[in-house]
């Protein structure tokens, strides 16, 4: 089973910036589309940001400008650069995987991670 393992979540105070990694580790032969998503309290989860493994993005209109997100498909890893942090943006983040060939080419669906907490303080 692949795996999803999340990193870099913490407490910044709003105007500063942080950086999310997810490390996918396992037999990977390729992975499709990954991205972040997240949950405030009383929330339903919510896209932020995805990149596809050909490069095309799709951003949370609420992130845009200020969220930057890229992948390594060397380290089959994602990154999340989030600047200019608001108190809106405290949530959990989780990294998704929407569909992973593994090294014997059978197929994973819907990988998520365990999430990292992002906590904005005003």
């Known amino acids: 089973q692949v795996q999803l393992v999340e990193s870099g979540g913490g407490l910044v105070q709003a105007g500063g910036s942080l950086r999310l990694s997810c490390a996918a580790s396992g037999s990977i032969f390729s992975i499709n589309r990954m991205g972040w998503y997240r949950q405030a309290p009383r929330k339903e989860r919510e896209l932020v940001a995805t990149m596809s493994s050909g490069g095309s993005t799709v951003y949370a209109d609420s992130v845009k400008g200020r969220f930057t997100i890229a992948r390594s498909d060397y380290r089959y890893t994602v990154y999340l650069q989030m600047n200019n942090l608001k108190p809106e943006d405290t949530a959990v983040y989780y990294c998704?995987?929407?569909?992973?060939?593994?090294?014997?080419?059978?197929?994973?669906?819907?990988?998520w991670g365990q999430g990292t907490q992002v906590t904005v303080s005003s």
């Open positions: 998704n995987a929407d569909k992973i060939t593994k090294g014997d080419f059978s197929r994973q669906f819907d990988t």
